[in-house]
C-alpha cells in the first residue's frame, strides 16, 4: 500500500531473529489504556510476553502464597491483549488465525470479494466453456479391444491430446487467479488495518502491478516445467523397461524439487503486490521470509489446498448430478462410446457449480497467502509495530 509506512520493504531490517532491534513504544502507566501496548519491559523481539508480575525479576522476594502462575490470585494480572485494528491481532499468527482472517475478510469486505471474484468466475467460465464446445478438437478416440504397440500408441495419443485440450482452460484459470489475487491481496492488506475498501480502489491500485504478477506467474511456471523436462529426460531417452522405472524416479525427485520451490517462492506474489518490487528482487524477499520456516509454510498451503478441496468436491457433486439429469443424452453418449460432446444444459450447470466454487475458494487462497506474508514479516521484521502506527493505534506513534 503507497500511504502505509509498514508495507515498505524494511531494507537493512534483520531478517533472522525476531525482529531484534526494533524499538518498541512503552506501555502507558494507567492500566486502562488500549491493548496492545507494550510494556516498559518488553524485550526488544517479535515476539509477544506478558508483563512481569508484582514481587518478579533479578533480586524480588518469593511470591506470596496464591500468587506465582495461577489463574486466581491477589497478585494475578490479565496478560495484555494483542491490538486487533482488522481482522487479525498484530502479533505472530496461528494457523487457525490465518485462516479465520482470510474468512473474516470475505464477511467483513463481502461486497468487494464477491464483487471481484464472481465477476471474474463468470467472465472466466463462459470462456472456458466457449472454448470447450466450439475450438477444442475432438479428443482421440480410444480402442478398447487394442492391444501391445497399439495400445500404446492410443494412450499417448490420448495423454497427448487432453493435454492440448487443458492448455486454453488453463490459461484462462490462469488470468482469472492473477486478477482476483492481485485485488484481493490490496483488499487483505487494508482489511487488516480495519481500513474501507471499496472495488475500484482495489482495483485502482492492483492493476499497476497485474503485469508484473504475469510475468512473475509464467517465470514460476516455466522454472517448474523445466525441472520435470530434466527429471523426464534421462527415462524417456533410454527406453525400454529400465526407462519407464527411471522415468517413474526422475518424475518423483522432480516432484519434491518443485514442491520446494514453490514454498520457498510462494510469498513473492504478496510481495510484489505490498512492497511494489521487482520480480527478482520479490522472489528473493519470499526465499528471505520463508527461510527457517518451510515446514510451517508448507503445512498451512497444505492445509488450505486440502480446504478448497473439500469445498470444490462439496459444490461440485450436487451440480454434476443435476447436469447428468438435465443432459442424459451427452451423458449417455459418453458412456456408450466415450464422446464428450456433452449438451448445452449439462455445460451451463456444471458452469454454474464451477463459477460458485471459484468465488468462494479464490478468496480463501489468496487471503491465507497474503496472511502468511505478514505473518512472516511479523515475526521476523516487527510489522506488527508499523501496521499499529499506520492504524493510528495509540501509543504507537514514535514521530513526537
Given at each position: 500500500?503507497n500511504?502505509?509506512?509498514g508495507?515498505?520493504?524494511?531494507g537493512?531490517a534483520p531478517?533472522?531473529g525476531?525482529g531484534?532491534?526494533?524499538?518498541?513504544p512503552?506501555e502507558?502507566?494507567?492500566?486502562?489504556?488500549?491493548a496492545?501496548n507494550?510494556?516498559?519491559?518488553?524485550?526488544?523481539?517479535?515476539?509477544?510476553?506478558?508483563p512481569s508480575?508484582?514481587?518478579?525479576?533479578?533480586?524480588?522476594?518469593?511470591p506470596a502464597?496464591g500468587?506465582?502462575?495461577?489463574?486466581?490470585?491477589?497478585g494475578?494480572?490479565?496478560p495484555?491483549?494483542?491490538?486487533?485494528p482488522?481482522v487479525i491481532?498484530l502479533?505472530?499468527?496461528?494457523?487457525?488465525e490465518?485462516?479465520d482472517?482470510?474468512?473474516?475478510t470475505?464477511?467483513?469486505?463481502?461486497?468487494?470479494?464477491?464483487?471481484?471474484?464472481?465477476?471474474v468466475s463468470?467472465?472466466?467460465q463462459?470462456?472456458?466453456?466457449?472454448?470447450q464446445?466450439y475450438?477444442?478438437?475432438?479428443?482421440?478416440?480410444?480402442?478398447?479391444?487394442a492391444?501391445?504397440?497399439e495400445a500404446?500408441?492410443?494412450s499417448a495419443?490420448?495423454?497427448?491430446?487432453a493435454l492440448?485440450?487443458?492448455?486454453p482452460?488453463?490459461?484462462?484459470i490462469?488470468?482469472?487467479?492473477l486478477i482476483?489475487t492481485?485485488?484481493?491481496t490490496?483488499v487483505i492488506?487494508?482489511s487488516v488495518?480495519?481500513?474501507?475498501?471499496?472495488?475500484?480502489?482495489?482495483?485502482a491500485?492492483?492493476?499497476?502491478r497485474l503485469?508484473q504478477?504475469l510475468?512473475l506467474?509464467?517465470?514460476?511456471a516455466?522454472?517448474?516445467a523445466?525441472?520435470?523436462?530434466v527429471?523426464?529426460?534421462?527415462?524417456?531417452?533410454?527406453?525400454?523397461?529400465a526407462?519407464?522405472?527411471?522415468?517413474?524416479?526422475?518424475?518423483?525427485a522432480a516432484?519434491?524439487?518443485?514442491i520446494?520451490?514453490?514454498?520457498r517462492?510462494?510469498l513473492?506474489?504478496?510481495?510484489?503486490?505490498l512492497?511494489r518490487?521487482?520480480?527478482t528482487?520479490?522472489?528473493?524477499?519470499s526465499?528471505k521470509?520463508?527461510?527457517?520456516?518451510?515446514?510451517?509454510?508448507?503445512?498451512?498451503?497444505?492445509?488450505t489446498?486440502?480446504l478448497?478441496?473439500?469445498v470444490?468436491?462439496?459444490?461440485?457433486?450436487?451440480?454434476?448430478?443435476?447436469?447428468?439429469?438435465?443432459d442424459?443424452?451427452?451423458?449417455g453418449s459418453?458412456?456408450?462410446d466415450?464422446s464428450?460432446?456433452?449438451?448445452?444444459?449439462?455445460?451451463?450447470?456444471?458452469?454454474?457449480?464451477?463459477?460458485?466454487?471459484a468465488t468462494i475458494?479464490?478468496?480463501?487462497s489468496?487471503?491465507?497467502?497474503a496472511?502468511?506474508?505478514i505473518?512472516?514479516r511479523i515475526?521476523?521484521?516487527?510489522?506488527?509495530?508499523?501496521?499499529?502506527?499506520?492504524?493510528?493505534l495509540?501509543?504507537?506513534?514514535?514521530?513526537?
Open positions: 500500500m500511504d502505509t509506512p508495507w515498505a520493504s524494511p537493512s531478517a533472522e525476531q531484534a532491534g526494533v524499538p518498541r512503552s502507558p502507566a494507567d492500566d486502562s489504556g488500549p496492545g507494550w510494556s516498559p519491559t518488553q524485550p526488544p523481539t517479535g515476539q509477544w510476553s506478558p508480575a508484582p514481587g518478579t525479576g533479578p533480586g524480588a522476594p518469593p502464597p500468587w506465582g502462575g495461577g489463574s486466581q490470585g491477589p494475578w494480572r490479565q495484555p491483549v494483542a491490538a486487533k482488522g491481532p502479533r505472530p499468527l496461528g494457523v487457525g490465518i485462516l482472517g482470510a474468512v473474516s470475505m464477511r467483513a469486505h463481502w461486497r468487494t470479494v464477491l464483487g471481484i471474484t464472481l465477476t463468470v467472465i472466466a463462459i470462456a472456458i466453456t466457449l472454448v464446445r475450438l477444442l478438437p475432438e479428443p482421440a478416440v480410444i480402442d478398447p479391444n492391444t501391445g504397440s500404446l500408441r492410443q495419443d490420448s495423454a497427448q491430446s492440448v485440450n487443458s492448455v482452460s488453463l490459461l484462462i490462469m488470468i482469472a487467479t482476483t492481485s485485488v484481493l490490496v492488506s487494508r488495518l480495519g481500513r474501507p475498501v471499496t472495488l475500484s480502489d482495489a482495483w491500485e492492483a492493476r499497476p503485469a504478477l510475468g506467474t509464467l517465470l514460476l516455466l522454472i517448474s523445466a525441472i520435470m523436462t527429471g523426464l529426460l534421462p527415462g524417456m531417452l533410454v527406453g525400454s523397461a526407462g519407464a522405472g527411471l522415468v517413474v524416479i526422475g518424475l518423483m516432484f519434491v524439487v518443485v520446494w520451490l514453490m514454498v517462492f510462494c513473492a506474489s504478496p510481495a510484489l503486490m512492497e518490487q521487482s520480480i528482487t520479490s522472489m528473493r524477499r526465499v521470509l520463508v527461510r527457517g520456516a518451510w515446514w510451517r509454510t508448507f503445512g498451512v498451503l497444505a492445509l489446498g486440502l478448497t478441496v473439500i470444490s468436491v462439496i459444490i461440485a457433486i450436487p451440480f454434476s448430478v443435476i447436469a447428468m439429469a438435465v442424459g443424452g451427452g451423458v459418453f458412456l456408450t466415450g464428450t460432446d456433452f449438451g448445452w444444459p449439462f455445460l451451463i450447470v456444471s458452469g454454474i457449480g464451477q463459477v460458485i466454487t475458494t479464490y478468496p480463501l489468496a487471503g491465507v497467502m496472511l502468511l506474508y505473518d512472516q515475526r521476523r521484521e516487527a510489522l506488527d509495530l508499523e501496521l499499529a502506527r499506520a492504524a493510528g495509540p501509543g504507537y506513534d514514535t514521530r513526537s
